[in-house]
């Protein structure tokens, strides 16, 4: 009798604790339906996500122009960091020799420990002023944020890419060496294709970082609720829109920001799945 | 090239794992078309001495080696020497089965394909060939494009063999292909090779005894780095010369 049930409680104590964590999530996500569902009812799911007013004072709601800035940005930072943190990662996995190995890994993640708020400061100094003077328009715009962004996001794809290339069965890259490949033929036609699903993990991360950032990119973008024109033009995205406007907002103005907060909610959502759907398919190949 | 002539010869070649030496003093001469085993007790510097052959060993950082290894008659440190092409030329197969992740037929035909062959109907051609000279064609001719995860260890060994065969080497190398195999994708693979013989090269270092026995045409019995002793045919297993081989081969080193 005792001896069954000290057989089985480490499983019923890692199940406990694995079910609190989900539930404080199931809480997360109840509080903030409960709190902004009321006003998508009530202004209509079609006009909440595709309206293109958002006037508060004039009980006005459209979030459509952030849902683009969040995607916007987004796409950009992963256009720019994505290319470059996988080849960093390539070369620190492949090419690098040890020393300059163990000199880049403690370097990047410093990168990942700095804080958003002092990306974002770097960023209004050095990049807003460079876009204003060299390509135009206010420099608060789309591309500060993605440039910052994907200098953010490159902690995340570079350390999860390395650690899915290494961790490869040494047997690949020997296999490819043996059939007379040169080492970066085996790098990218053996090696990357079977780390491909970690290198998508890292990518799906990644994004996940940029469309939850919200300080560094307040400072960026400038903040204007209006379609873009251009990568030039600032603009507003859903995170930034709870964290400039939640100070001070009540009643009903309030409610929409957490119903911002659900779109958003959802708007990752569909990315991770879409994401998890293409490697789940490649992988069926 | 028929049998007989020598188709390796290793002259007093030692190998060094920075300070640890790994082979001392190895000097031997392969013939063309047998099956030589290359047997030993664990340690004893027998997959350093195949990966040298395909200079696989280069690629460990701060390795070192002396002497020298020639290829019908030329050294394969020769500067003008294309290290891919002498890995194309001189195959190797592993101990673990190590498909690449994708297909039965990328899998195969993915060496050709690296060396310049595009042309669909001659890969095809090359995939059968090879598949059927690895005793592998009856299993997998209905799922080529299936991934080559999805055969068993015995069958993925095989798909190795043919990886290797598609790409017309003249050597092969094997590197105890049968160690995690059931018996009867042993024999499979010594049929196989049994018939491979006639067209190349192989050097293999065997399971055990018993399989080196079955298979080979000559033997030689290696020591901590050191060859110990060369037989033709069945002299090394019937009259061993030295005792440390007739003690390993009585099972006395396990
Ligand atoms: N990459 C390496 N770095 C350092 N030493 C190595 C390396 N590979 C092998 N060695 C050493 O070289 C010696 C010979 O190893 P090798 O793998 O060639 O022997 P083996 O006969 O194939 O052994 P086994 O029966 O285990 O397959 C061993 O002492 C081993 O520890
Ligand atoms: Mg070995």
Redesign the pocket.
Known sequence: MMRKFREKLPGRIFFLLALSSISVLALITVFIVVQGAPIIARVGVIDFVFGMSWAPSQGEYGIFPMIVGSLSVTLGAVVLGVPIGICCSIFLAEFAPVRLRNLFRPAIQLLAGIPSVVYGLWGLIFIVPFIRNYMGGPGLSILAGSVVLAIMILPTVISISEVSILALPPAYKEGALALGMTHWQAIRSVQLPAAKSGIVAAVILGIGRAIGETMAVIMLLGNAVALPSSILDPIRTLTTNIGIEMGYATGEHREALFATGIVLFVVIMILNSTAQTIVKRKKDQ | MKQGNTKISIRDYQFF??E?Q?LFDINLDIRANEILSVL??????????LRSLNRLCDL?PKVRMQGDILVDGESIYAPHVVVTELRRRLGMVFDVPSPLPMTIFDNIAFGPRLHGKKNRQRLADTVEQSLRMAALWEDVKDRLHMPAMSLSGGQQQRLCIARVLALQPEVILL??PCSGLDPISTSKIEDSLQLLKKRFTIVI?PHNVQQATRISDSAAF?LM?RLIEVGVGDDLFANPRDKRTSDYITGRYG
């Open positions: 794992y920075g640890k790994a030993g007790p664990a340690n004893s510097g027998i997959t350093t001495l460990i590197d105890r270092a290696m780095g």
